[in-house]
């Protein structure tokens, strides 16, 4: 780093002034007062002179709190009765929370009141520099590195910029981008040794206060859903290989905690991300999956779906199309996308339909074969055509009107002509569409239900069965959609749903579907 | 039938797989999510009290940061100035508040310690604070039980309430025992 | 499966559970009444 010599000693003195100064009862309400004194130091010692020598500053401050945590932590190991953690932890954030306070008063402080652009500058060099030396403590210390101190030093750094002042919340929103960004530069893929302390700062309730509830027009709702997906795809490989070893349980445990905050309080944040959270969830973390599709409309009211002859197409709701703000045609290639228009508005060229399995295809090798993003975003994307050119025809979604048309075309080309496995994240893709009542949710339930009906081989039947039981037998909550599709289909006859040899194969697979019969009856 | 992963036999291999192998049972049947500590049926918003992803507890109430006057806080060097914590000399009002307030934490010990010496006992299946009713005897009374006219504290409503009991003694608990207080009075400013 | 990666954050995510955040490491130093966590009887009340 080239640090001008002095300067570690200079910024060593300094710091230690002002962690006396922020604990002295002199220094006045928020120790402006003395921060006020502190600054006149900070000249004469010229660390204001430039950029360059503030941005050392600030990094050499970060290592010494650092430093000085290790050290602590190294003594309560050595002496733990003379220590206890919660004796360590107080004399580390004695110096973390006042080196804090010296970040939030000079980030209040510079540049004029106005001018915003100074301040959040400094924050995101600030939160730059502590991101920087996390990741070089991370890469060196590997299983030694201890996420303590950054933890604190960004938990209370968001507190304390968060404090009902004028001059914090004009910039509030900048300040929300500023910590997002740095924890989407943390995520676990990234600084997997920093998993559990980034899981408890993006759960902080005052951090899902703002970006959730307090931030307007929900402009922080793409950003914590980001976030998410972050989490989800650190998750993803070693739910999908069940490799939950018992710390990968305590984080997937706390992820369902975190969803379940989520479901209860802001479910409407649920049902706009969903396409984006489905897309990135392994298929066999059902339980998971339910709960992000469960998410319904607080002021909605969901009819019982085991309510007797229930007229879901005769729902108010039913026709309204559900938000989604994931841009999920993005994943198509350009040319595969003008094919499918073109085949969705004319049914040309006739070799989409044929080469359609090839184009979903990535390789052959088991488990990994098929583009799982790209049969997601096809299967929403013909589906809301398909909506749409009902719409325009006069009609609404029903088993009637959705069938001889280039959407249904594709679909049922897509459940003859894939294999098990294709066909397997297929009808997964159409299963993730079975939500609260909204246009998509009837259109996809009657579409399945329709593949079942039309169906010209059982294994086409089975694997729809299959689809629906394993996210029926998990424990709850199960999606509307999903409840009033199964009941559908084991309770109309149109289907011959009990004739079927899969049905009947075993006795514990009788006995399943009897007591998800009952249950649903 | 299919014979793969992706058809019904499938699916049931996964679930008997499930029986012996703990960890596919959070995939294949999931987890019981009304025991992760969160109270699903609340009608206000959980995250206010969501203390962590990784605890079962929700916020105590003095958890719960609020921007209060920097004057409200107690400053580390005023800390040795204030009376020091004395639980005996606190009325009873004050020891079930701080009994109650501070689940998993040395003062809820201390505090049961203290009503414990005021001959209040703690019932441990009822999960109630009961006490003699002043100038009233048992009714009847036994080596293993007595029966009569009690006062338990109802922390819902935050008062004594009068009741009949059959209590068992072996269902109260003894005198709780207490770890070192010194950590009680520890100041982080004395150590800094 | 698993790549070379996958294997490293396991083992990471591993060292880290072994000193798990703190509840007070998200709260305000209270230096009159700091958390002094212990063991009370599971019959105590929880929450």
């Known amino acids: 780093y080239d640090d001008p010599p002095g300067l570690n000693e200079k910024t060593e003195y300094l710091l230690r002034e002002w962690v006396n100064i922020y604990h002295s009862p002199t220094s006045g309400r928020d120790s402006t007062r003395g921060f006020s004194t502190f600054v006149q130091q900070m000249h004469q010692q010229g660390i204001l002179r430039t950029d360059d020598l503030i941005t050392r500053f600030f990094r050499l401050c970060t290592e010494l709190c650092v430093d000085l945590t290790y050290r602590l932590l190294q003594e309560s190991n050595i002496s733990p009765s003379l220590l206890n953690p919660t004796l360590v932890r107080a004399k580390c954030f004695h110096t973390l929370d006042a080196f804090v306070r010296l970040i939030t008063l000079l980030v209040k402080h510079s540049g004029d009141a106005a001018n915003s652009v100074t301040k959040i500058n400094l924050l995101n060099k600030v939160l730059g520099i502590v991101v920087g030396v996390l990741q070089q403590d991370h890469d060196q210390r590997q299983t030694e590195f201890h996420q303590m101190p950054y933890h604190r030093i960004f938990i209370m750094l968001f507190y304390e910029l968060n404090a009902p002042e004028h001059v914090l919340e004009s910039i509030n929103f900048q300040t929300l981008t500023a910590f997002t960004n740095t924890y989407h530069i943390l995520r676990p893929t990234k600084v997997p040794g920093f998993s559990f302390a980034w899981l408890e700062l993006i759960s902080y309730r005052s951090f899902i206060s703002r970006m959730l509830l307090q931030t307007p027009q929900q402009k922080g709702w793409p950003m914590y859903a980001q976030l998410l997906i972050d989490l989800f795809k650190f998750l993803g490989p070693f739910l999908r290989n069940v490799e939950l070893t018992k710390p990968m349980q305590v984080l997937y445990r706390g992820t369902l905690r975190l969803l379940l905050v989520l479901l209860h309080d802001f479910p409407e944040f649920l049902c706009d991300y969903h396409y984006g959270f489905c897309d990135v969830i392994p298929a066999n973390c059902i339980q998971l999956r339910n709960l992000i599709l469960s998410a319904f409309p607080r002021n909605m009211r969901l009819p019982d779906p085991f309510t007797p002859n229930l007229k879901v197409d005769m729902l108010q709701e039913i026709n309204s199309a559900p938000r989604i703000l994931t841009n999920f045609v993005a994943v198509m290639p350009a040319n595969f996308r003008k094919d499918l228009d073109s085949y969705l508005k004319t049914r040309a060229p006739v070799t989409f339909l044929s080469d359609l399995r090839g184009n979903l295809q990535l390789s052959n090798e088991p488990g990994m074969k098929y583009n799982v993003a790209l049969i997601n975003s096809l299967v929403l994307y013909v589906g809301t055509q398909a909506i749409q050119y009902i719409y325009s025809k006069g009609g609404t979604p029903s088993m009637s009107t959705i069938t001889h048309s280039s959407h249904m075309d594709i679909f049922q080309n897509l459940s003859v002509d894939l294999d098990t496995e294709g066909r397997y994240l297929f009808l997964n893709a159409i299963a993730n569409q079975l939500r609260y009542p909204n246009s998509h949710t009837h259109y996809f339930s009657c579409t399945l239900l329709y593949l079942f009906a039309e169906a010209n081989q059982e294994a086409i039947q089975e694997q729809i069965t299959r689809v629906l039981l394993e996210r029926l037998i998990v424990n709850r909550p199960h999606p509307w959609g999903l409840l009033i599709t199964f009941i559908e289909l084991i309770k109309n006859p149109n289907f011959k749903f009990w004739n079927h040899e899969f049905v009947h194969c075993a006795p514990e697979i009788s006995k399943l579907f009897e007591s998800v019969a009952r249950s649903c009856m | 039938m299919l014979m793969d992963q992706y058809g019904v036999v499938g699916l049931l291999a996964f679930i008997k797989a499930a029986e012996t192998d703990p960890t596919l049972v959070h995939l294949a049947l999931g987890n019981d999510l009304t025991t992760l500590g969160l109270n699903l049926n609340s009608p206000d918003n959980l995250y206010h009290k969501f203390q962590s992803p990784f605890s079962k507890q929700p916020c105590r109430p003095q958890d719960i940061d609020f921007f209060v006057p920097s004057e409200y806080l107690t400053n580390a060097h005023i800390r040795d100035k204030l009376a020091p914590i004395k639980l005996n000399r606190y009325g009873e009002d004050l020891l079930f508040y701080v009994y109650y307030t501070n689940p998993g934490d040395v003062l809820q010990l201390a505090a049961a310690a203290e009503l414990y010496n005021r001959d209040w006992r703690y019932h441990k299946e009822e999960r109630i604070w009961i006490t003699r009713a002043p100038g009233i005897d048992p009714r009847v009374k036994s080596n293993t039980y007595e029966q009569g006219t009690y006062y338990y504290f109802d922390c819902q409503n935050w008062r004594k309430v009068a009741k009949e009991f059959h209590l068992e003694y072996d269902k109260l608990e003894e005198r709780p025992n207490l770890p070192n207080l010194m950590s009680l009075h520890f100041n982080p400013a004395q150590h800094a | ?47």
């Open chain 3, 1 to 47: 499966p698993l790549n070379k990666d996958n294997m490293y954050q396991q083992a990471m995510l591993e060292a880290s559970w072994r000193h798990m955040p703190h509840p007070s490491d998200s709260e305000r130093l209270r230096h009159y009444l700091p958390r002094n966590p212990c063991p009370t009887p599971a019959y105590y009340h929880q929450t």
